[in-house]
């Protein structure tokens, strides 16, 4: 069971304002109408203030101009509009709440512009990539586990992945359309029961932030009795997506600063924003990044632990001004042994597997393993294959490969699992120099095909 959860719900929706004004004082975050699908200029200045008063984290909540259908009737836009359509909406919005002296905190689409973006990963991508133009500081609550989650993170925000505790599932993990029955969940113990199941982790959805919708007369009651329910299991109520490190102490001279273990752009980018911030340091010796946690040595002598950790708290750190990626174009001829397996895994040609793999721009987690093995995330999901039953003894450098939902490049010789769809003629290790890898931890690195002739000529 875990011990933290993230309360939101839509509000701003309904002229009145009294559902908002009962169910504000429960909740840690609200998604606020922006003036499409619902909401007005004075709905949305009245729903800021509200907010305010109650230290709840404030949200854009933009949805389809369709007032007449609530926002629940999928438009044709092209992406180029859509985008814009967003954009102006978050806008007014964060124009109301710093005329309030508050800031946004996160970004939620709305009905069927929520549905219709959750399994498209091309659209949630520019939109992602829109928010972040805005802030890359704003979070993306999105649908737990789908493409507009994957996209957030590809884009550089922080995805908070949300369940419902009062929507129906299909067995495919998508939200039962509402135009079907039992969509929505209108008894309270069914309601908890399926909150208890998200955090469990029986359910298998990420659980960051659970939905109370804000304009069902029976949420206020609702979400009272799920208030208590945190409360007897112990569950803190609070905003997600906020990146805060904790720290364990190694040895005498080390100290592990650790965010919430999940692979994720945005999450090393804070990592490695940490290590910028504190290079130069005095007292500290050298640094190591990793998915989610930086390690850090110490002279105790000059800094002590509690000084150090003092020290990182106390840094300010602004996505905002992280510096561009270097970015390393990488040459594969793709005549790997597992090339077939990895296509007959995910129903795939072998032609569609390259054009995959080259098609994402991936991001260096980490160097491990061996020297200068680079992890890197971004993968297509649909070619994630399971490391090998029996790990080869010897694999050779350069050898290009596919374990799970990351790839990687073998430096050297060495025993490996992963499989293995091609080779790049590029020197990865160099023992002998001051700089001795080709790839650091938060370069990028784009992948492109060649052919036998190309990648011989290149040695």
Same mark, same amino acid.
């Given at each position: 069971m875990q011990t933290r959860i993230d309360l939101n719900a839509d509000l701003g929706e309904l002229d009145d304002g009294l559902l908002d004004a009962a169910i504000m004082p429960f909740i840690s975050s609200c998604n606020i109408a922006c003036g499409a699908h619902a909401g007005s200029f004075e709905t949305m200045r009245r729903t800021v203030c509200l907010a305010k008063v109650h230290r709840v984290a404030i949200g854009a909540h933009p949805g389809?101009?369709?007032?007449?259908?609530?926002?629940? *009737?999928?438009m044709e836009f092209q992406t180029v509009e859509l985008c814009r359509l967003i954009r102006n909406q978050i806008l007014l919005l964060k124009q109301i709440a710093e005329a309030e002296g508050v800031s946004l905190a996160h970004v939620k689409l709305h009905g069927a512009l929520y549905n219709d973006l959750a399994f498209d990963y091309n659209r949630s991508l520019a939109v992602a990539e829109t928010i972040a133009a805005i802030n890359p500081e704003l979070r993306f609550i999105v649908f737990s586990g789908s493409e507009t989650a994957r996209a957030a993170e590809d884009a550089g925000l922080v995805a908070v992945h949300e369940v419902f505790a009062d929507r129906a599932y299909t067995e495919d993990g998508k939200l039962r359309p509402r135009s079907e029955p039992g969509a929505v969940l209108h008894h309270d113990a069914d309601c908890l029961q399926q909150a208890a199941r998200f955090l469990s982790g029986a359910s298998g959805f990420i659980a960051d932030s659970i939905?109370?919708?804000?304009?069902?007369?029976?949420? *206020?009651?609702?979400v009272s009795k799920?208030?208590?329910?945190?409360?007897?299991?112990? *569950?803190?109520?609070?905003?997600?997506?906020?990146?805060?490190?904790?720290?364990?102490?190694?040895?005498?001279?080390?100290?592990?600063?650790?965010?919430?273990?999940?692979? #994720?752009?945005?999450?090393?980018r804070k990592i490695r924003a940490l290590q910028l911030a504190l290079e130069g340091a005095e007292g500290i010796t050298e640094m190591v990044p990793c998915y989610?946690?930086?390690?850090?040595?110490?002279?105790?002598?000059?800094?002590?632990?509690?000084?150090?950790?003092?020290?990182?708290?106390?840094?300010? *750190?602004? /996505?905002?001004?992280?510096?561009?990626?270097?970015?390393?174009?990488?040459?594969? /001829?793709?005549?790997?042994?597992?090339? #077939?397996?990895?296509?007959e895994h995910n129903g795939l040609t072998k032609d569609e597997v390259i054009g995959q793999h080259c098609e994402p721009t991936y991001l260096i987690y980490m160097l491990g393993f061996s020297p200068g093995f680079a992890y890197m995330g971004g993968l297509n999901s649909n070619l994630s294959t399971p490391r090998l039953e029996t790990p080869r003894t010897s694999v050779p450098a350069g050898a290009v490969g596919i374990a799970g939902n990351q790839t990687g490049i073998y430096p050297v010789e060495?025993?490996?699992?992963?499989?293995?769809?091609?080779?790049?003629?590029?020197?990865?290790?160099y023992p002998t120099s001051e700089a001795p890898f080709l790839f650091e931890p938060g370069d990028e690195v784009r992948f492109f095909p060649i052919s036998e002739e190309e990648f011989h000529a290149h040695g």
């Amino acid at each position: 069971m875990q011990t933290r959860i993230d309360l939101n719900a839509d509000l701003g929706e309904l002229d009145d304002g009294l559902l908002d004004a009962a169910i504000m004082p429960f909740i840690s975050s609200c998604n606020i109408a922006c003036g499409a699908h619902a909401g007005s200029f004075e709905t949305m200045r009245r729903t800021v203030c509200l907010a305010k008063v109650h230290r709840v984290a404030i949200g854009a909540h933009p949805g389809y101009p369709d007032p007449e259908n609530f926002g629940r *009737i999928s438009m044709e836009f092209q992406t180029v509009e859509l985008c814009r359509l967003i954009r102006n909406q978050i806008l007014l919005l964060k124009q109301i709440a710093e005329a309030e002296g508050v800031s946004l905190a996160h970004v939620k689409l709305h009905g069927a512009l929520y549905n219709d973006l959750a399994f498209d990963y091309n659209r949630s991508l520019a939109v992602a990539e829109t928010i972040a133009a805005i802030n890359p500081e704003l979070r993306f609550i999105v649908f737990s586990g789908s493409e507009t989650a994957r996209a957030a993170e590809d884009a550089g925000l922080v995805a908070v992945h949300e369940v419902f505790a009062d929507r129906a599932y299909t067995e495919d993990g998508k939200l039962r359309p509402r135009s079907e029955p039992g969509a929505v969940l209108h008894h309270d113990a069914d309601c908890l029961q399926q909150a208890a199941r998200f955090l469990s982790g029986a359910s298998g959805f990420i659980a960051d932030s659970i939905c109370v919708h804000g304009d069902n007369p029976s949420a *206020i009651e609702f979400v009272s009795k799920l208030r208590n329910f945190f409360a007897d299991r112990k *569950i803190e109520v609070e905003p997600a997506g906020d990146l805060v490190p904790s720290f364990e102490q190694l040895g005498e001279s080390s100290l592990l600063a650790q965010l919430p273990q999940r692979i #994720s752009k945005s999450t090393h980018r804070k990592i490695r924003a940490l290590q910028l911030a504190l290079e130069g340091a005095e007292g500290i010796t050298e640094m190591v990044p990793c998915y989610a946690e930086l390690k850090i040595d110490f002279d105790p002598s000059v800094i002590s632990f509690s000084d150090l950790k003092n020290r990182i708290q106390s840094v300010e *750190i602004s /996505l905002a001004d992280f510096p561009e990626p270097r970015v390393v174009e990488v040459p594969v /001829l793709y005549d790997g042994e597992d090339l #077939s397996q990895v296509a007959e895994h995910n129903g795939l040609t072998k032609d569609e597997v390259i054009g995959q793999h080259c098609e994402p721009t991936y991001l260096i987690y980490m160097l491990g393993f061996s020297p200068g093995f680079a992890y890197m995330g971004g993968l297509n999901s649909n070619l994630s294959t399971p490391r090998l039953e029996t790990p080869r003894t010897s694999v050779p450098a350069g050898a290009v490969g596919i374990a799970g939902n990351q790839t990687g490049i073998y430096p050297v010789e060495s025993p490996g699992g992963w499989n293995i769809i091609g080779r790049t003629p590029l020197k990865l290790f160099y023992p002998t120099s001051e700089a001795p890898f080709l790839f650091e931890p938060g370069d990028e690195v784009r992948f492109f095909p060649i052919s036998e002739e190309e990648f011989h000529a290149h040695g």
